[in-house]
């Protein structure tokens, strides 16, 4: 099993549909029932939810600047990690991220391991 | 790292944001100014957003309720802090709501059950005040206090998005202009309100489970949120008058029959025909209950009246049992106190029963305004075929036929012309 980064830009917090407090409730209970059959399958390593705001801090200097770090359709709302065999498995277990149809994105991206 | 509780899927109350919203919204706005509805909408979605960000990584809280309301609790004060509030407070109210604020333990202090159920009161009287249009009081009731988006409204209403959409816009305005406040009315303005609110509340129940649109998950979700509304009222002890008691006895008799009232095509089943051991015994219960409590007093409201009515249906085991001179009886004084083409056609119906088919034949003929309606049309032919004229009989049904735009009532028509071929 390797070990995997699964981050996800944009999705429902942005979209318009979620004016609708009965629409936002069940879409959240899809998450919910998402990470339960991940947890089931024993994939589900853990996860948070990241604030839209933050800083940036760069160069020699350090210079301190404050986010937003991308357009709002793009920006990272959170990360899972997750466990899978292969990079094409971890895509497959992608299938159920609730926001697509909000025009959400997930990055997959492999967790670097130390012994190649 | 943090792991998600496992018990949070099925443990989040139902329709929890909607119940939530409506009583935030209440509270905000009491606090910030009826001026700001508009923000106190907005503050509150902003905090159901927050709550689907977080909670769907972390899990839901062990109280979810008290976190959504210090979550809005906090955007509210960052929003007065800001100075965004357009009309400046006015020093007496600065300080209200600083003591409110400032209170050693906030969360708590702003959101007392009391305090909640006060400001849902007080919203309640706003939304249904008498300068507001009936129909944009009954929209704005159900989007604040019953936390529907204009698209359910619309759908349980039968009507487009924008028409609702309009509606409480114009609400609204009314608000604003009026500056009607979010205070609660005096002892001589109570009654009066008392009454709009009651009615509100009654056309809201009434277009919900009339309604014949196809989704009928939003139309018990109307019929619900009316009955909260009214049990809130029946609680208070200012506005716990045996008028709202029946009131919440009527609604309570008659979602009784939620379960029996369509078939498993969606079809209708009027009350003769349908299987009353699917009504919900529960709900007969606390409606009888509730009839029993508002029958003190010697004020009789056409809801003791109408629940009245709904309790010798629901006491009947089978539709030959029911108590028609009774039922008859509570006819003639409901059109005593509210005269109108229903009740007659209802009080017709009652003597069609209670004395013979011929005699509620003529007293239906005696209604003029309703003899294109569908509804008259197949009571006609039903009083006909008891009366042994199967002809007569499907003549009116047919005519009923044409004039249905539902496809439930035209299902359930065709229904009787084929039993009486047969």
């Not at chain 1, 899978?84 to 670097?112: C, H, M, S, W």
């Not at chain 2, 003591?99 to 009391?114: H, R, V």
């Not at chain 2, 698209?151 to 202009?177: D, G, M, P, W």
């Not at chain 2, 309100?193 to 979700?221: A, K």
Request: proline fraction near 4%; aromatic fraction near 8%.
């Amino acid at each position: 099993m390797e070990k995997f980064m699964l981050i996800f830009h944009g999705g429902s917090d942005v979209a318009p549909e979620m004016k609708n407090p009965e629409a936002m409730q069940k879409h959240m209970q899809k998450w919910f029932g998402w990470v339960e059959k991940l947890k089931k399958e024993g994939r589900y390593e853990g996860g948070e939810p990241l604030e839209p705001s933050g800083k940036f801090v760069s160069g020699p200097n350090r210079i301190v600047t404050d986010g937003p770090f991308a357009e709002s359709k793009e920006l990272v709302g959170g990360y899972f990690i997750i466990s899978a065999k292969d990079i094409d498995e971890a895509v497959a277990l992608t299938q159920d991220y609730p926001d697509f149809i909000f025009n959400g994105k997930v990055q997959v991206r492999p967790i670097q391991k130390m012994d190649m | 790292m943090s792991a998600l509780p496992d018990k949070n899927v099925r443990q989040l109350v139902d329709h929890l944001f909607r119940h939530e919203t409506g009583r935030m919204v209440a509270v905000l706005t009491r606090f910030l100014g009826s001026e700001n509805l508009d923000t106190a909408e907005d503050l509150v979605q902003d905090t159901l957003l927050k709550a689907m960000e977080v909670w769907r990584f972390r899990g839901v809280p062990d109280n979810p309720s008290a976190w959504l309301y210090k979550v809005a609790r906090n955007k509210a004060i960052d929003w007065v802090r800001s100075g965004q509030r357009q009309t400046k407070l006015l020093s007496t109210e600065e300080e209200k709501i600083k003591s409110i604020w400032n209170l050693s333990s906030p969360s708590e202090a702003l959101f007392q059950e009391g305090e909640i159920q006060d400001s849902v009161l007080r919203m309640m009287f706003a939304c249904c005040h008498p300068s507001i249009p009936l129909e944009s009081q009954i929209a704005l009731t159900l989007k604040t206090l019953g936390g529907l988006s204009a698209t359910e409204i619309a759908n349980a209403f039968l009507t487009s998005e924008e028409t609702i959409a309009k509606r409480i816009y114009r609400a609204k305005e009314k608000i604003k202009q009026e500056k009607i406040r979010l205070d609660p009315p005096g002892i001589f303005e109570l009654p009066h309100r008392l009454d709009s609110v009651l009615h509100v509340l009654y056309l809201m129940f009434n277009e919900g489970y009339h309604s014949s649109h196809s989704d009928t998950i939003i139309r018990e979700d109307v019929c619900a949120e009316a009955m909260r509304l009214t049990f809130l009222l029946a609680q208070h002890k200012a506005t716990g008058l045996p008028k709202v008691h029946a009131l919440m006895a009527l609604m309570c008799l008659q979602s009784s029959r939620f379960a029996a009232r369509t078939g498993d095509l969606g079809e209708i089943i009027l009350l003769e025909d349908q299987d009353r051991s699917k009504w919900s015994k529960p709900l007969i219960e606390q409606g009888l209950e509730f009839l029993s409590k508002a029958s003190v007093g010697n004020m009789l409201s056409e809801y003791h009246v109408e629940a009245s009515i709904a309790s010798i249906h629901s006491l009947a085991l089978r539709f030959e049992e029911t108590q028609w001179d009774t039922l008859l009886n509570l006819y003639e004084t409901l059109h005593e106190l509210k005269p109108g083409p229903m009740v007659s056609f209802n009080k017709a119906i009652a003597i069609g029963y209670a004395k013979s088919p011929e005699e509620g034949i003529n007293e239906l003929e005696k209604i003029n305004s309703l003899k294109d309606h569908y509804l008259y049309l197949t009571a006609m032919g039903n009083f006909y075929l008891l009366q042994g004229d199967a002809d007569i009989a499907k003549s009116f049904w047919e005519k009923a036929l044409a004039k249905t735009t539902s496809a439930k009532e035209a299902a359930l028509i065709k229904r009787k012309i084929q039993t009486c071929l047969s």
